[in-house]
């Protein structure tokens, strides 16, 4: 598996309040056998997303998110079982599909996005897609408050890249080699002090980008 890890998160703008981290909780998955979430009221209604579809995904109240007082979400996505090619966005329930692609998928395994997105005034997300029907699984890790609550201060910085094992040269975040990973292998980052990132007194968000893998 090839590996991109990047610092990554959106504008001061876009999320004013505060940073609070979770255990990584499972919010939602469509698949038949595993059939879980509020989508939005309902487990039953966490289907498969049909060709250029859409599913809608409760996110406050559910997971350990509270249900008030909750301006955005940390969430990471998997498509899995895909019937052909696609692209899925996530974007706040009843906005505009992103143009961008949060995952792009195939037929040929799973495929995996970490998103921030904002929420809708129900405090919903929307999963849209742009190709082939598609099951999901949406995990979350953590969640944005409104202004003036408890958590984590919020510091934007511009997408950098700290580990790319595609690359041959030096990359000083990695801690020992950064090389494609075999099955069962790990990597290691050095996230503070690196990328804009501080040294001390800081919990990142970075994204993680893998291609040339497939998990069964």
């Keep these: 598996t090839n590996l991109l890890v990047e610092a990554e998160v959106p504008t001061q703008s876009a999320i004013e309040g505060r940073f609070v981290s979770l255990p990584s909780t499972r919010?939602?998955?469509?698949?038949t056998a595993s059939r879980s979430g509020a989508c939005p009221t309902l487990t039953s209604e966490c289907v498969q997303i049909p060709t250029d579809g859409t599913r809608t995904i409760q996110v406050t109240g559910q997971a350990g998110i509270?249900?008030?007082g909750i301006d955005?979400?940390?969430v990471r996505?998997?498509?899995l079982g895909a019937t052909g090619d696609g692209r899925l966005s996530v974007a706040p329930?009843?906005?505009a599909a992103s143009p961008t692609a949060d995952v792009a998928y195939d037929d040929e395994g799973p495929t995996t996005g970490t998103v921030l997105t904002g929420l809708s005034a129900s405090g919903a997300i929307a999963l849209s897609l742009v190709g082939a029907a598609v099951d999901v699984t949406v995990d979350v890790d953590g969640y944005y408050t409104?202004?003036?609550e408890?958590?984590?201060t919020f510091t934007p910085v511009v997408s950098t890249r700290l580990v790319d094992t595609t690359e041959t040269g030096p990359q000083p975040a990695c801690v020992g080699v950064c090389e494609r990973l075999d099955p069962t292998e790990s990597l290691v980052a050095q996230v503070t002090g690196h990328a804009g990132v501080a040294s001390t007194g800081v919990a990142?968000?970075?994204t993680q980008d893998s291609w040339s893998a497939r998990v069964s």
Excluded at 27 to 31: S, V
């Design 204 to 206: 990142a968000v970075v």
């Design 93 to 95: 329930a009843g906005a």
């Design 66 to 68: 509270p249900a008030t």
């Design 150 to 152: 408890a958590g984590g």
């Design 77 to 79: 996505v998997t498509a």
């Design 146 to 148: 409104t202004p003036g």
């Design 72 to 74: 955005a979400v940390s």
């Design 27 to 31: 919010l939602a998955d469509t698949r």
